[in-house]
Nanobody
Framework: QVQLVESGGGLVRPGGSLRLSCAAS????????MGWFRQAPGKEREFVAA????????DYTDSAKGRFTISRDNAKNTVYLQMNSLKPDDTAVYYC?????????????????WGQGTQVTVSS
């Protein structure tokens, strides 16, 4: 069965960095767009970034542009989210997700499978 396991979250001070990882199994990883979403308390789950099957295309929410970088290693079945210059507003549970096909979507309903999430807290 499909499994997505995130890691790398934690507590970081404003301006700091974290690298999230998502290890995938149970499907042909290179056949799918992969995305990162986040959900803060009391808010809806929102798109953060996505990457095409062979890393040719990436897309980011406006607040992540210039600070976050999504990447993937198809040999390791892993997708990453490097987060720099973190702000308190970045505090949320971050989820890795598998798109339902090879298209980058912003709508979380277009993603077929989800990890359990990893908490990112940005606070001084």
């Amino acid at each position: 069965q499909v499994q997505l396991v995130e890691s790398g979250g934690g507590l970081v001070r404003p301006g700091g960095s974290l690298r999230l990882s998502c290890a995938a199994s149970g499907f042909t990883f290179s056949s799918y767009v992969m995305g990162w979403f986040r959900q803060a308390p009391g808010k809806e789950r929102e798109f953060v970034a996505a990457i095409s099957r062979f890393s040719g295309n990436t897309d980011y929410t406006d607040s992540a542009k210039g600070r976050f970088t999504i990447s993937r290693d198809n040999a390791k079945n892993t997708v990453y989210l490097q987060m720099n210059s973190l702000k308190p507003d970045d505090t949320a549970v971050y989820y890795c997700a598998r798109s339902s096909n090879g298209v980058i979507y912003y709508d979380p309903r277009k993603y077929a499978d989800w990890g359990q999430g990893t908490q990112v807290t940005v606070s001084s």
